[in-house]
């Protein structure tokens, strides 16, 4: 079927537009802007609404294999698409972790028959994620691995590490690290502060996250490595990721929309919610990692989605389980950004669609003529209370329960096919 949007804000991250046109699909691509519409084509009109590409979320957590009581694919993908998401690129901190070339097709497979979008899968940089045996990265790749991280578990064995970077390097794939040194960061709870210790909560200073960037930097330098930093929120960091690009070096740096939008002081009344891994910053922080996107030092922004059952979250602040959910929740809490006059629409979508997938070697990601057709169409006005209930994960810890947002997801395309909204 050959669709024509018409009457649609378009919102181009590669050429930084926005402004009102038109858009046809064909074949699941777009094949042309701003163009009449074909002959029997279906005319959508988008009433002067947002349409931009879908999301690639880089960096969430499906609970398959493993934790599907957290999460499915099936789970994922729905609220991912009810949130403008048509990419997730999951996490390998699965049980078992996805550190086999089987694993990784089963997981595959998996996602292919059950979700609604794109599902694309990140490997373990190390056997098991324990830090001291690297993973046949040659084999996954040829299974389909975007790129290989441990996530929150940080290897302090630097020689494993360099000898991972080494043989990644000499493949061409992309790892992703998580900057955090692992001893400084052991057992914490929030960022250390008067903050903490007024609630009495153990605390980790934010220079743990510059100590772990500058050691991976390092061994970036000496491996010459791709390499993505997940999450960069502390102002302290920035200095030395400025650096590494400044250099030359082939690095990147992502952030959650909720280092973005919230601080420290939102823990409140021991809200475990609100903990995260890493901790939420202070308002300083905040501030400054929102300039870092604007500026383009900080390349991605991503929901990390981390989903965790009631009885994982419902106790003490320090035994609490960390992470939220945030597929369905990105967008809207993005538009904080825009209405604050922090980001603009096309520099916001850069960092949710363009740079992610420019980055892992995905087509998505743009409005250009060849380009698959994964399209979101919104309303960046139009305000509303979170209920979490009404989220369409397994898990429904979300930190903006209750509160006021602004931004409305109408329609997801995925190839050109409604996937969320209105079947066309």
Do not use: W
């Not at 079927?1 to 046109?21: K, Q, V, Y």
């Not at 360099?162 to 929030?190: E, K």
């Not at 791709?226 to 990721?241: E, G, W």
């Amino acid at each position: 079927m050959t669709l024509h949007f018409t009457n649609a804000r378009l919102i181009n991250p590669e050429t930084g537009s926005d402004a009102l046109g038109s858009l046809t699909v064909a074949g699941g691509l777009i094949t042309a802007l701003d163009g009449p519409a074909p002959e029997g084509a279906r005319i959508i009109d988008c009433g002067g609404k947002c349409l931009a590409p879908g999301i690639v979320d880089l960096g969430v957590k499906i609970g398959e294999p493993g934790e599907r009581h957290r999460e499915s694919f099936r789970s994922a993908g729905l609220a991912a698409a009810a949130g403008g998401v048509t990419t997730i690129i999951a996490r390998p901190d699965t049980a078992p972790a996805i550190d086999t070339p089987e694993t990784l097709e089963f997981v595959t497979r998996r996602a292919r028959d059950a979700s609604p979008v794109r599902i694309h899968h990140m490997a373990a940089l190390t056997k098991g994620r324990a830090g001291r045996e690297m993973t046949e990265i040659g084999f996954l790749l040829d299974a389909g691995a975007l790129a290989f991280t441990d996530c929150d578990h940080v290897t302090t064995d630097s020689k494993v590490l360099s000898r991972a970077f080494t043989y990644a390097r000499s493949l061409g794939a992309l790892v992703i690290g998580h900057p955090q040194d692992p001893g400084l960061s052991a057992g914490a709870a929030v960022t250390s502060g008067k903050f903490a210790s007024l609630r009495g909560l153990p605390g980790v200073h934010p220079l743990a996250e510059r100590l772990g960037l500058e050691r991976d930097l390092a061994l970036v330098e000496m491996t010459g490595v791709r390499y993505h930093a997940d999450q960069i929120t502390c102002a302290q960091s920035l200095p030395a990721l400025a650096r590494a690009k400044d250099a030359g070096l082939d690095v990147t740096a992502g952030i959650s929309i909720h280092h973005l939008t919230l601080n420290d002081l939102d823990v409140g009344d021991y809200r475990t919610f609100f903990k995260l891994t890493p901790p939420l910053r202070a308002e300083a922080d905040r501030l400054a990692m929102v300039q870092a996107v604007a500026d383009g030092l900080i390349d991605v922004i991503c929901s990390m989605h981390t989903p965790q059952d009631e009885e994982s979250k419902r106790l003490p602040f320090e035994e609490a389980a960390s992470g939220a959910v945030g597929l369905q929740t990105l967008l809207p809490a993005a538009m904080r950004l825009y209405h604050a006059g922090a980001i603009d629409l096309p520099g916001l979508f850069r960092a949710l669609a363009l740079n992610p997938a420019r980055r892992l070697g995905l087509p998505q990601g743009r409005l250009a003529t060849g380009a698959p057709a994964d399209l979101v169409l919104f309303d960046p006005d139009t305000p509303f209370v979170l209920d979490r209930a009404t989220l369409l994960s397994k898990s429904r810890n979300t930190p903006f329960d209750g509160e006021r947002l602004e931004g409305k997801v109408l329609a997801t395309y995925l190839g050109g096919a409604s996937v969320f909204g209105p079947q066309e």
